[in-house]
């Protein structure tokens, strides 16, 4: 017979082991789920960040238009005048370069008359030729000097005049020069203003499509959940039926964006369930903490105008893989893994109340339909953002009413 010391050891070894197995099975769960899949909360977050950005890149293609617009039409007053100045720089180099030639010849024939006047000095103030008694020929050569030095004076006149001339058409060419460049200028800058444009609008219609198909898939979510409920008869089928939307202009509102039609069949096909008030007394919050990113209710598209109802709340804990809690006494109907809202708990609770917990990065293996839980009982991680959502006998109910 064994004794009780021992019976203690065995059932202590045996708490022990299955405690072992526990942490052996979470282990092995959480190294088998993926720590890539896409949870709502980074869905929600590239919504709204996309959005921004998207209404900021209107703002900054509407700038820019404006700024091409007037840029095109100071071009356009400014085209005569353009066109009149490169015209009138043609004529101006052209005269310029004449002026110049003529410059060098009359350089030419300075030259060449100072030569000619050294040469005649020399020979006048040359000695041996005075003893050759050729006085006619000085007399000859004084002459000549004085025709070769008016020459020259004439020539420095013409050649001060036609420098000055030159130094007024440099002037003239140097204005209509800057002119010119600041039209060219702002021919380049309308250039890199339309190619600026060109780019943002090509940015914006891929930011377009990636927040459509965002929209989209929140859209979609809305409705699985939806059918998830309906199945457990948590709400009622008839509110899944596709109701006939009152005919609506499909002309956007300033400000707005035409809504894409794979929008418009998602918006039309999917219908917010009743909604009601809480009665009961408010409980724990399935977080330790955290922070609401996505309120309960009606809010309007930043970027095409049209209302969606949100029938949850989103969650950011604020630590990393933080632990889901049951916020009440209950049974769990549905754990598992789906195509849209990823890992999925719903709890029944007394008093006609469902909680429902999704994008769960992970389940606790603990946590089986059937199961009845404790309030605080611990449901499974979440890394980035919660989607929690309450109902009361078939009614949607504000998350935030219910918890503390």
Request: zero cysteines; hydrophobic letters at 40%; charged letters at 25%.
């Amino acid at each position: 017979m064994k004794s009780p010391f021992s019976l203690i050891l065995i059932s202590l070894l045996t708490v022990s082991l299955s405690g072992a197995a526990i942490d052996e099975k979470i282990k092995t769960a959480s190294k088998k789920l993926t720590e890539t899949k896409q949870t709502y909360s980074s869905l929600n977050a590239k919504l709204n960040e996309t959005a921004k950005k998207i209404l900021k890149q209107k703002e900054v293609v509407g700038v820019q238009q404006e700024k091409l617009s007037t840029l095109v039409q100071e071009l356009r007053s400014k085209e005569n005048v353009y066109q009149s100045n490169k015209t009138a720089l043609r004529a101006l180099e052209t005269q310029q370069n004449q002026l110049i030639k003529t410059q060098n010849d009359i350089e030419q024939r300075l030259v060449f008359a100072i030569a000619r006047n050294t040469s005649i000095s020399l020979l006048i103030n040359d000695d041996r030729a005075k003893e050759a008694d050729a006085i006619i020929t000085e007399e000859a050569l004084k002459l000549h000097l004085r025709q070769i030095n008016g020459e020259i004076k004439e020539l420095n006149a013409l050649f001060a005049e036609n420098a000055e001339k030159i130094a007024g058409l440099s002037s003239q060419t140097t204005v209509l020069k800057q002119s010119i460049a600041i039209i060219d200028q702002q021919k380049n800058k309308v250039l890199e203003t339309k190619k600026e444009n060109e780019k943002a609008i090509a940015l914006l219609e891929k930011e377009k499509k990636e927040y459509t198909r965002s929209l989209n898939k929140i859209l979609k979510q809305q409705r699985s959940l939806q059918s998830t409920l309906a199945s457990l008869n948590i709400i009622k089928r008839a509110s899944l039926k596709p109701k006939k939307a009152p005919a609506k202009s499909t002309t956007a509102k300033p400000g707005t964006r035409a809504v894409p039609d794979d929008v418009k069949r998602a918006v039309a096909d999917y219908r917010p369930a009743n909604v009601g008030r809480y009665s009961g007394e408010r409980t724990i919050a399935p977080l330790e903490r955290y922070a609401v990113t996505k309120k309960f209710g009606p809010y309007t598209d930043p970027v095409y105008g049209i209302k969606i109802f949100n029938e949850s709340v989103s969650l950011r804990p604020t630590e990393s893989d933080a632990k889901v809690k049951a916020i009440l006494n209950g049974k769990v109907i549905l754990a598992k893994p789906t195509a849209m809202l990823e890992n999925v708990v719903i709890i029944e609770h007394d008093n006609g109340l469902h909680t429902i917990y999704a994008h769960l990065d992970k389940i606790a293996p603990t946590v089986q339909v059937g199961k009845r839980l404790k309030q605080g009982s611990v449901i499974g991680r979440v890394a980035k953002e919660l989607m929690f959502q309450v109902t009361q006998r078939n009614a949607h109910i504000d998350p935030m009413q219910v918890i503390r």
